[in-house]
């Protein structure tokens, strides 16, 4: 089946540690997304990249580093810089274009929590 | 700056009820519109998507509808059913990005 793998589902930090969330999409898209996702709040975008070996920012990238080697993963780092980390973690991909332009499709998310 | 505000934030109806959801953004200049469904602790699902030049999208029991000189979607689900309790979002594409409303908690009472 094509889609979007997000792992883990659950993830813990410990202070001054860097963590990083996997993404994995199978369907072919050249654009990849990072969301964040509080209670009561809208999805915030971190980073985006529309191709391999490119990525931009997005409104809250600071903390966060991406990469984009391979086409079908755009890992997530969050590093201790990010001092409130606690958060729903959403990745999306969507075929090329402006990246409001076309449907974007997710995965079930991380969880990321402080211990 | 793209704001999107959806209104309620919760809403609880019984079961068998046509309800309305109701989305609202600040600049008219958008790519589209789209509608999803969030179930706890989950990923988002796409139900819709509106493109600018279009005025409303069906799927099932699902319609959307866009007027974009003021500035406003809705989402109708007809005949409602406990399995259509969820969080639905709207987001407007704008730009280079999805810009997200913080969604209405729909629950569905049997």
């Known amino acids: 089946d094509g889609g979007i793998t997000q792992s883990p589902k659950y993830l813990f930090r410990k202070e001054g540690q860097n963590v990083t969330l996997s993404c994995e999409q199978n369907?072919?898209?050249?654009?990849m997304y990072w969301y964040r996702q509080d209670p009561g709040q809208g999805l915030r975008l971190i980073y985006y990249?529309?191709?391999?070996?490119?990525?931009q920012k997005g409104d809250i990238a600071e903390g966060y580093s991406v990469s984009r080697e391979k086409k079908e993963s755009f890992p997530l780092t969050v590093t201790s810089a990010q001092k409130n980390p606690t958060a729903f973690y959403l990745c999306?991909?969507?075929?090329?274009?402006?990246?409001?332009?076309?449907?974007?499709?997710f995965g079930d998310g991380t969880r990321l929590s402080i211990l | 700056k793209q704001e999107v505000t959806q209104i309620p934030a919760a809403l609880s109806v019984p079961e068998g009820e046509n309800l309305v959801l109701n989305c609202s953004f600040t600049?008219?200049?958008?790519?589209?519109l789209q509608w999803f469904r969030q179930d706890p602790g989950k990923g988002l699902t796409s139900l819709l998507l509106?493109?600018?030049s279009q005025r409303e999208q069906t799927s099932g029991r699902l319609n959307a509808s866009l007027d974009k000189s003021s500035g406003r979607s809705t989402l109708y689900i007809a005949a409602s059913q406990p399995g259509d309790s969820a969080t639905y979002l709207c987001?407007?594409?704008?730009?280079?990005?999805?810009?997200w409303g913080a969604g209405t908690k729909l629950i569905i009472k049997p």
């Open positions: 999306a991909s969507s075929v090329s274009g402006q990246g409001g332009s076309q449907p974007q499709h």
């Open positions: 369907l072919n898209h050249d654009a």
């Open positions: 990249s529309q191709i391999v070996n490119d990525f």
């Open positions: 600049d008219s200049a958008i790519y589209n």
């Open positions: 509106i493109q600018s």
């Open positions: 987001a407007v594409g704008s730009n280079y990005q999805l810009i």
